[in-house]
């Protein structure tokens, strides 16, 4: 199994940027496809966005399209989420998840999570 640390989450006005990270270990992710959730105070955790093995497929949620990047550096086992134009409604804890399997990623039954990065978007 795939083991998942997320860093770069922090507190930051509206209109404002983060970049989280997702570094894997255990094994190489390059084979893996990977996912971003979120989950918010008293709210059903999810998907944000999604990258196949090679990068060559990528898929987000509506809401965050043109707004949030997913990408990934298979050499440093570490997926990445640029998130700009951050509103209030990205608060939330944003979490990776590996599976060999994207669709098991995309529907949030992928093997591997981490313990989450909390984002906080102030007004």
């Known amino acids: 199994q795939v083991q998942l640390v997320e860093s770069g989450g922090g507190l930051v006005q509206a209109g404002g940027s983060l970049r989280l990270s997702c570094a894997a270990s255990?094994?190489?992710?390059?084979?893996?496809?990977m996912g971003w959730f979120r989950q918010a105070p008293g709210k059903e955790r999810e998907f944000v966005a999604a990258?196949?093995?090679?990068?060559?497929?990528?898929y987000y949620t509506e809401p965050v399209k043109g707004r949030f990047t997913i990408s990934r550096d298979n050499a440093k086992n570490t997926v990445y989420l640029q998130m700009n134009s951050l509103e209030p409604e990205d608060t939330a804890v944003y979490s990776c998840?590996?599976?060999?399997?994207?669709?098991?990623?995309?529907?949030?039954?992928?093997?591997?999570w981490g313990q989450g990065t909390q984002v906080t978007v102030s007004s």
């Open positions: 990258i196949t093995w090679s990068g060559g497929s990528i």
């Open positions: 255990g094994r190489t992710i390059s084979n893996y496809a």
């Open positions: 998840s590996a599976d060999r399997s994207l669709v098991r990623v995309r529907s949030g039954h992928g093997d591997s």
